[in-house]
């Protein structure tokens, strides 16, 4: 029995993109494979004294259409399959969000809990040190991943620019504002995923101040997709989120439309809704996994891995004309497979959540010239890109009759392929 | 009740009395001076006296000596006037006399009280002794000058004490025969014979004057003396003979201490003014060997703090006579009092005098401080329940505990509704002056506490008071909380405590310490910056670099009240003072999500405790709240930094509570770590501190040895377990504890899971242990899983679950088996470590390649697999999840894990349940409690039973009744309900009458539980109304009859009716 290897899946993926745009074999052969990885040693001076040497990884899948980009992960038990996978997603992701880089990640293996800050902080200058030379604001991008944050990246850029005796706020994204960061971040996944649900709309014709929708999820995607979605005059109904103290998740209902502002004053920091505010407030609380079956227009998975699964993907109402994934992987295949015989128009989480990583490369862009937009303009930007990207997405898949998924996934192979030939290396 | 008269005037009789005290002590202070003469101290002594009578303004004072006069200015004799001789070896030597100039109204004698009789007579009494020692003095000084010279200068001595004081010459000589004696010359012992009985027995006479029977054996005393010396002479040099005799004489004039100290009889008041006599003798220069002074400390700690041989074998080296001196003056106690202080007062002043002490070496001590305390010694409820005739009380614990469960709220209205003796509301007048209006704490102090392995903890009351408002209502609020204090003596918890452990009949008393709350007031609200408890051990290790004597804090905003108990709706920050760094929450999400959301206060204007909202609060106060930046951290660009001074909106920033400033930029960290291991060290025992911190100073507020609950205690590692009854073994990051009465273990078979290649697969595991965790017994299965339970992310590093689907199980374990060349890191249960120590449950790592490690593979995958009978559509991950019905495969055993950090070792072995008969009887404590665990299922199962034979099976339409879950498997405790299946197959009238019926029961059932227990439900009955067609389709909980593991058991039905 085989194993599950996340880089065998990613590989899998691929091929079969490449089958739908008949790549050659050198195309294949560049494309399935990481263009370089790095594998280096840390050693670290720990706090009682002791020597540790710690496993860090870069791997740079593919940077044919600009520097490569991707998170730094800090993770007990990181595999190479698993980082190589992860870089190779992040060159689709670039990709089909038609910006300019390509795909990287990489990572140590530790866990931070076992870490004070101070071996964390030799742990990212350490990294610096082993790979300064093959990463860079032209070369490789790093940015914030699983246990690593902007603490993290400002520890990383100091000793980068230490080396180099110059500033250089390009080299990583995922800074605060003021230290080279962007201004729009936290606006702009959720608003990217309205962008795209409103272009939907558009083609599907539908009037979004005719619209409903319900969310999974009330964390930072949701509340700012939420944000613009009623700007946009859209009615959201149903709001679900975990709630700590039952150890649960609950759906929050109003059938005559969520007041944001109302709902975000009984909110922690995490998403978590007061419940028993919230019914004060004349808001109904049902089960969990009851946002999915409501009466709406358009569902919005924005927060966990496998919502949309077989056995939920029948509760979905008939009314619903589309769904929106705004959190990483919230469909599973099985339910793939119904959504696109009932025809409802999915945006698939790779479109529908680059948001992000188009404002990390506005970060870069700016960090590369010194020079900071405000928030209107960043956003003014977002919105270009995400219309732009969407709309090469959604022609694709009714050109070439193919699920918007796979319509995505081919249209970003394809560029990256194509970048390969342009340059002449395939 | 205290009124405002008898009030003031209580108050104006305790300055009159402080006034006299201040006299009596400023003419000890003059005679204390080493080379002051007569000339030098009269003048001083009448000073003082005419500032201590109660009319100074007419006072005049004259002290005539054999050889010189003293006077005030223009002094005249009245009639107004009151003398006392001054005496040495009962000859006057002179007097001393005070005159009033004018007529004042009568008192006791003349215009002056019986107080100022008391302080003359103590005041002349000083002066004669201190004449004395005088002419001691000289003739010592005289002889050293002419030891060369005179061959028997002790001689000399000899005659002196021969003229003016035989009984000391008695002593004298009586030590030296005996000194000789012990040295082993043979000499001696015909003159130790002489020593008839009647004068050996002078253990009555010392220090006292005035017994007839001394003249008896004088005639033939100084001869007697003289030949003991002679002997002496002969065997030591005279240097030593003299040096021997000053010794005594020295110490002779402590003998009084003894006396009383000895005296198992002497009563507090009697001990406290030796104790006052004794520490102006040393000032005056007298001073006791080494050993003399270690046996009065000891005599002292005994009669005062504690008679437990662990409590004073440490506490003899650091407590002092002198020591004593200071607190009893903060001692409250009804006359006659032969209490004691109580465990948490001594264990207090212990650990406060061992770092007094260890402070002379280490700086990181210098500021450590308790608060000001005043203490009610053991007797005082004694006393309260005899003067309000509430001696019945004592049979209290002698009743059924549903008995006392009901009448404890009585007790509590009486005791709150009776008086308290004169003497004790003065001595609470006197500490309510001290202390101001600040909110103080009532603790509890019994004599059972000090007991080790006893941990009290929590049985008794601490009440706090906001000690607001006038003199009078600040009174009756104290005296309103100790009532109520000495009430939860007799409550029902810590009564059933006692019985489990065998201690009912030990005798208690209640000590009360009344101590200052350390804090600030903000606002209305008056709290500490911070508070808190640490332990030198720590028992809930979250990385394997942390070690268990790196210790463990839990700390709080505000009062520590929410750190000393787990809480269920917010967590306190945790660290190890050992390696601060090494934190539990890291990222981001668990920073915050961990962090305290509340704060306990005492809010001034309503006089009451309240748990506020910090965030709220915050909004509000700002940086008012105490040691803010040491506490508080924004949470702002993705970054969270300790707040800084003038950096904080504190109504835009999202403030955390992280205490990330504390441990960066003080020493508090250091400090309680030292401190830790400082008393550990010198406990020689693992111990525990409660301590708060007020933004300026770090307190002290309570040290014991550690106290472990039920399950955390160290569990005894059996030897010699036959191997098939060994489950695992382990023998790394152990911590201590028993988690018993496992019926089902849950076991994700670490090479199976590793083998599987979808993801959705993986992400299915998890989902099936998180129903699992919804059917199994609660707290009764333990999951055992490959590497890190609660992976994200790279699920194939231990399976992905919330807490949510696991926080049904009584333990979480990780098993890391060696990959290739390396074992895998396991997570220690990071991803909701304070989740699972607020919930209790247990973590352990499993290292099955260790060398000499046990793990029965041939138990864990060989025994039937039941996950399908459960989950009948989890038949895909079979070979992964296995789930064993531990009853089942051993015929009715358990299984039960056994931890000791000690030893670095823990055991899964099969065992008997608890429930069940014990075959060997075992240890007392673990058997009572093992009869009080049976006791809750038995007692369910009869009424049950009774239930079953009551019901009109025709009636309501039931074909069977069938029990299950903890009650069928004698596992209930005293707070679970009664799961009951009920075969029903009647009308929808029929089920609407029956649930009525058993609701009746449910709720008397529930009342009755109450009663015995103390815990409150919502009915007792969990009832499971199944059908025909669910048995014949083994749909919801019908799969219990006849199932493979849990089965329901089958109970008689309405035998009751038919008969």
């Not at chain 2, 409590?311 to 002198?322: D, G, L, P």
Request: hydrophobic share 40%; glycine share 6%.
């Amino acid at each position: 029995m085989a194993t599950y290897n996340p880089f065998e899946t990613a590989q899998k993926q691929f091929d079969k993109a490449a089958d739908l745009l008949e790549l050659d074999q050198a195309a294949r052969a560049l494309l399935r494979t990481p263009m370089r990885e790095y594998h280096f040693s840390i050693p670290v001076h720990m706090d009682d004294g002791n020597k540790q040497v710690f496993r860090g990884f870069r791997v740079q899948h593919n940077d044919a259409r600009g520097p490569a980009k991707g998170g730094i992960r800090f993770h007990p038990q990181e595999t190479i399959d698993t980082v190589r996978a992860l870089s190779m997603w992040m060159t689709w992701k670039t990709a089909v969000a038609d910006i300019p880089l390509g795909g990287g990640k990489g990572g140590v293996i530790c866990d931070p809990h076992n870490l004070s800050q101070w071996e964390q902080e030799q742990i990212c200058r350490g990294w610096i040190r082993q790979i300064s030379k093959n990463v860079g604001p032209h070369t490789d991008i790093p940015a914030p991943d699983v246990m690593t944050n902007a603490q993290h990246m400002l520890w990383m850029l100091d000793e980068y620019e230490m080396i180099y005796g110059e500033r250089a706020p390009g080299f990583i994204t995922g800074k605060p504002v003021g230290m080279g960061g962007s201004l729009g971040r936290t606006e702009a996944t959720g608003y990217g995923t309205i962008i795209t649900v409103r272009e939907a709309l558009k083609e599907l014709d539908i009037k979004p101040e005719n619209t409903t929708a319900s969310f999974q999820g009330f964390g930072n995607v949701s509340q700012y997709a939420i944000e613009l979605y009623h700007q946009m005059g859209g009615s959201t109904i149903c709001v679900s989120c975990w709630d700590q103290a039952d150890q649960t998740s609950y759906s929050f209902r109003k059938k005559e439309g969520v007041n944001l502002k109302e709902l975000l004053s009984i909110t922690d920091a995490f998403g978590g809704i007061d419940k028993s505010k919230a019914l004060e407030l004349g808001y109904e609380v049902l089960p969990g996994d009851a946002w999915i079956e409501q009466e709406v227009d358009i569902l919005l998975p924005a927060a966990l891995e496998n919502q949309v699964t077989g056995e939920t993907v029948g509760k979905i109402s008939k009314r619903v004309k589309i769904i929106a994934e705004g959190a990483n992987g919230p469909t599973t295949i099985e339910a793939d497979k119904e959504i696109f015989e009932r025809k409802i128009f999915l945006i698939p989480d790779f479109l529908a959540n680059a948001g992000g990583v188009t404002c990390s490369y506005f970060e870069q862009v700016q960090s590369n010239m010194n020079y900071f937009w405000e928030k209107d303009e960043v956003l003014g930007k977002l919105d270009l890109k995400m219309t732009a990207a969407f709309i090469a997405v959604s022609d694709f898949a009714r050109k070439h009759n193919l699920y918007m998924r796979d319509a995505a996934y081919v249209i970003s192979v394809d560029r990256v392929a194509q970048a390969c030939k342009d340059r002449g290396w395939i | 009740m205290i009124t405002k008269d008898n009030l003031d005037k209580l108050t104006s009789d305790l300055k009159e009395r402080a006034k006299e005290l201040n006299c009596l002590y400023e003419v000890q202070e003059l005679l204390s001076q080493p080379d002051a003469t007569l000339q030098d101290i009269c003048p001083g002594v009448i000073q003082a006296i005419q500032n201590g009578w109660q009319y100074p303004d007419v006072c005049q004072v004259s002290i005539k000596l054999q050889d010189c006069a003293f006077q005030t200015d223009g002094f005249v004799e009245t009639e107004w006037f009151q003398s006392a001789e001054i005496m040495t070896q009962n000859e006057a030597v002179g007097i001393i006399s005070v005159y009033y100039l004018e007529e004042r109204p009568q008192a006791e004698e003349g215009p002056f009280n019986d107080d100022e009789r008391k302080l003359l007579d103590a005041i002349a009494a000083q002066l004669g002794n201190y004449l004395f020692h005088q002419q001691l003095k000289e003739i010592f000084e005289n002889q050293k000058g002419q030891v060369s010279k005179r061959k028997q200068e002790w001689d000399t001595i000899l005659e002196l004490l021969e003229r003016t004081d035989i009984k000391l010459l008695i002593r004298i000589s009586r030590k030296m025969v005996n000194s000789l004696c012990w040295s082993g010359i043979q000499e001696a012992e015909p003159l130790l014979e002489l020593f008839s009985p009647v004068s050996l027995n002078d253990g009555g006479l010392l220090g006292e004057t005035n017994f007839p029977f001394v003249k008896k054996v004088s005639n033939d005393m100084p001869e007697l003396s003289r030949r003991i010396f002679e002997v002496a002479s002969q065997h030591l040099s005279e240097s030593e003979i003299l040096t021997s005799i000053q010794k005594w004489i020295q110490e002779d004039r402590s003998s009084f201490l003894v006396d009383t100290l000895e005296d198992t009889g002497s009563t507090l008041a009697e001990i406290s003014s030796v104790i006052e006599r004794y520490y102006h003798l040393t000032a005056q220069g007298v001073k006791l060997s080494t050993q003399r002074e270690m046996s009065f400390r000891v005599s002292l700690i005994r009669r005062m703090l504690s008679d437990q041989p662990s409590f004073f074998n440490i506490a003899k080296n650091y407590i002092h006579v002198k020591d004593f001196n200071v607190f009893m003056q903060r001692i409250i106690y009804p006359q006659d009092s032969h209490g004691k202080l109580g465990g948490k007062s001594a264990g207090l002043f212990l650990a406060k005098q061992i770092l007094v002490n260890a402070s002379e070496e280490n700086e990181l001590f210098k500021n450590i401080k308790t608060p000001k305390t005043w203490y009610i010694t053991s007797d005082g409820l004694r006393n309260f329940t005899s003067y309000n005739y509430l001696e019945d009380i004592v049979e209290q614990k002698y009743k059924d505990i549903a008995q006392v469960r009901k009448e404890y709220p009585y007790v509590v209205h009486v005791f709150k509704n009776s008086a308290f003796d004169p003497e004790i509301v003065k001595g609470l007048s006197l500490a309510l002056n001290d202390f101001g209006p600040v909110p103080l704490i009532i603790r509890s102090s019994s004599l059972l506490e000090d007991r080790l392995g006893t941990a009290f903890a929590g049985k008794y009351k601490s009440l706090f008071i906001a000690n607001q408002g006038t003199m009078e209502e600040r009174l009756n609020q104290l005296m309103d909380a100790i009532s109520e204090v000495y009430a939860s003596t007799f409550g029902p918890d810590p009564i059933e405590y006692r019985s489990e452990r065998g201690l009912l009949d030990y005798h208690e008393e209640m000590g009360i310490m009344i101590q200052e709350v350390v804090g600030k007031q903000v606002g209305d609200y008056f709290f500490p910056a911070l508070g808190g408890v640490a332990f030198s051990h720590n028992e809930f290790r979250w990385s394997s670099r942390i070690k268990r004597e790196d210790g463990l804090i839990r700390i709080v905003p505000g009062l520590g009240t929410r750190a000393v108990d787990r809480l269920s709706d917010d967590y306190p920050i945790m660290f190890a003072p050992g390696q601060p760094r090494l934190r539990i929450n890291v990222t981001h999400d668990e920073i915050v999500r961990y962090s305290p959301r509340f704060f306990d206060a005492i809010n001034l204007k309503t006089r009451t405790f309240e748990t506020v909202d910090i965030r709220q609060f915050l909004k509000k106060h700002g940086a008012e709240f105490p040691y803010f930046n040491q506490l508080i951290s924004v949470f702002k660009n993705d970054r969270i930094q300790p707040a800084r001074p003038l950096g904080t909106d504190f109504e835009q920033d999202y403030l955390v509570v992280t205490m990330e400033g504390l441990l960066r930029h003080t020493s508090f960290v250091e400090q309680i770590y030292e401190m830790l291991k400082t008393l550990n060290e010198t406990y020689d025992h693992p111990i525990d501190i409660e301590f708060a911190h007020d933004g300026e100073n770090l307190y002290l507020l309570q040290c014991r040895t550690q106290s472990y609950s039920e399950d955390s205690r160290r569990a005894i590692i059996p030897r010699d377990i036959p191997p098939e009854k060994l489950i695992f073994s382990a023998n790394r990051y152990v911590t201590n504890g028993l988690v018993s009465d496992i019926t089902h273990l849950v076991y994700v078979v670490p090479q199976q899971y590793s083998e599987i290649a979808d993801h959705q697969e993986l992400l299915a595991v998890g989902r099936t242990i998180g129903r699992l965790n919804q059917i199994l017994p609660k707290r009764q299965f333990i999951l055992l899983g490959p590497g890190r339970w609660g992976s994200r992310g790279d699920i194939k590093l231990g399976v992905s679950v919330t807490y949510s689907e696991i926080n049904n199980t009584s333990m979480l374990i990780e098993i890391a088996r060696q990959k290739k060349d390396y074992v895998p890191d396991l997570s220690f249960g990071t991803h909701f470590f304070q989740d699972l120590v607020e919930a209790n449950i247990r973590y352990l790592p499993l290292y099955p390649d260790d060398h000499g490690i046990v793990f029965n593979e041939e138990f864990l995958e060989g025994s039937p697999n039941i996950l399908t009978e459960i989950l009948p559509d989890a038949g895909h991950l079979e070979q992964v999840i296995r789930v064993i019905d531990i009853t089942a495969v051993t015929n009715g055993n358990i299984l039960k894990v056994l931890m000791n950090a000690e030893e670095e070792e823990a055991v899964a072995i099969i065992a008997e349940p608890s429930g069940a008969p014990e075959k060997t009887p075992r240890k007392n404590e673990s058997f009572a409690r093992s009869i009080k665990t049976d006791v809750h299922w038995r007692w369910r199962l009869r009424n049950v039973e009774g239930l079953a034979a009551n019901l009109d099976t025709a009636r309501f339409g039931v074909k069977g009744l069938y029990l299950f879950g903890r009650t069928k498997n004698a596992t209930a405790g005293p707070g679970s309900d009664i799961d009951i299946l009920i075969h029903f197959d009647g009308t929808e009238t029929q089920r609407l009458d029956l649930m009525n019926w058993l609701e009746g029961w449910s709720l008397s059932l529930s009342q009755m539980n109450y009663m015995r227990t103390g815990i409150k439900t919502d009915g007792l009955l969990d009832i499971h109304l199944i059908t025909d067609e669910d048995i014949a389709s083994r749909t919801s909980y019908a799969a219990k009859i006849g199932a493979v593991t849990d089965a329901a058991r089958p109970l008689a039905l309405g035998s009751f009716v038919r008969r």
